[in-house]
C-alpha cells in the first residue's frame, strides 16, 4: 500500500497531493451521499456535461443567446437523448475540470487527453476520437520533423501541463519549452515573436491559423504523433458511468454520430477537411 507521503512524491509536490487525495476525499462523501454517478444521473434526469465557452469547435457559447454548441455538446445532445434525460451544460475550463467532477459538479467532460497525473485522480473513457499533433511554425520557419524542432535554439510554446506540454516535451527534450499558463497565452507567445512555434493538436492548430493567418503554418512533423480525446468521469468504486459510456462510444462511432458532430463543429469555424496540414486524416 502506498503511504500519503509516497504518493506526494510521485505527484512531484506535497502540496499537490495533498490537494488531489482532499479532493478524491471530498469525492468519495459526495459519492457516498448521492449514489454512483449512472444512478444519479438517472434519478435526476439530468446529464451534466462541462462547457469552455470558447472552446469551439469543440464548445462554444452564444454570448447573445446563452445557446451551446460545438462538436462535444452535439454529441453530449446524442449521449443525453439515449440515455433518456435532460443535457445540462455547465461552464468549466479545461484547467478546472477535473476538480469540478471530483466536486461533482459535472458528470462527464468530454475532450480530455488523458495523461497520467490526470489518471490518478479521474476514469477515462475509451478513445472519443484520434487526434494528432501538430505544431503552429511562425513565417518564415518550416520544420518537417521533430528533429528539426529538437534544437534548444528553437522555442516551443505550450499550455502548462497539457498534453501539448507533455508530447513536445518528450518529443523535442533538446529544444526551449516555454511553459505558458493557458493555450491562448501560449498562442500569444508565437504572435508576438518570443516563440518560433507552438505545440497544438490540429483542431486548434487549424483553427488559430485560420482567424489569424499571420501566426504562420499549422504543420504536421513527421513522423506524426499524437494523443486520444476521451471523456472523463469521476473515480468511483461503482464503474457503471465509465462503462456505459465505453459501450456509448463504440456505438455512436459505429453510427457515424461522432464524426458527423467534429465535422459539423468544424464548419462553424470555417474548417473544412482540405485544411487538413499534411499526414493528417481524420
Known amino acids: ?7 506526494a512524491g510521485l505527484l512531484g509536490g506535497g502540496a499537490l497531493a495533498a490537494a488531489v487525495v482532499g479532493a478524491t476525499t471530498r469525492s468519495a462523501e459526495a459519492q457516498a451521499a448521492a449514489g454512483n454517478t449512472f444512478q444519479q444521473v438517472i434519478s435526476a434526469k439530468k446529464l451534466r456535461i462541462g462547457g469552455v465557452p470558447t472552446g469551439a469547435p469543440w464548445t ?16 453530449g445532445k446524442a449521449l443525453a437523448t439515449d440515455m433518456e434525460v435532460e443535457l445540462e451544460m455547465v461552464e468549466t475550463t479545461w484547467g478546472n475540470a477535473i476538480l469540478d467532477l471530483q466536486a461533482n459538479k ?4 468530454f475532450g480530455m487527453n488523458p495523461t497520467p497525473k490526470r489518471a490518478l485522480a479521474v476514469d477515462f473513457t475509451v ?10 511554425a511562425k513565417p518564415g520557419f518550416e520544420p518537417k520533423t521533430w528533429a528539426d524542432l529538437n534544437k534548444p535554439e528553437v ?11 507533455q508530447v513536445a516535451s518528450r518529443l523535442c527534450p533538446n529544444a526551449t519549452i516555454m511553459r505558458m499558463k493557458s493555450l491562448d497565452e501560449a498562442t500569444m507567445a508565437l504572435a508576438t515573436g518570443r516563440a518560433d512555434a507552438q505545440s497544438i493538436f490540429w483542431q486548434g492548430g487549424v483553427k488559430a491559423v485560420k482567424a489569424n493567418p499571420r501566426l504562420g503554418t499549422c504543420i504536421a512533423p513527421t513522423p506524426l ?15 457503471t458511468m465509465r462503462d456505459f459510456l465505453n459501450t456509448w462510444i463504440v456505438y455512436a462511432q459505429g453510427l457515424g454520430i461522432i464524426r458527423q458532430a467534429v465535422l ?8 473544412s477537411l482540405d485544411d487538413l496540414p499534411k499526414g493528417v486524416t481524420f
Request: hydrophobic share 40%.
Open 264 to 271: 459539423d463543429s468544424l464548419v462553424q469555424v470555417n474548417i
Open 127 to 136: 478513445p472519443v476520437y484520434n487526434s494528432a499533433l501538430t505544431v503552429i
Open 106 to 109: 459535472l458528470d462527464v467532460m
Open 155 to 165: 522555442k516551443i510554446a505550450v499550455d502548462m501541463g497539457s498534453a501539448h506540454d
Open 60 to 75: 462554444v457559447r452564444d454570448k447573445t443567446t446563452g445557446q451551446w454548441g460545438g462538436q462535444f455538446y452535439d454529441i
Open 225 to 239: 504523433f499524437g494523443s486520444t480525446s476521451n471523456a472523463a468521469v469521476r473515480r468511483e468504486t461503482d464503474k
Open 1 to 7: 500500500m502506498v503511504s500519503r507521503r509516497e504518493f
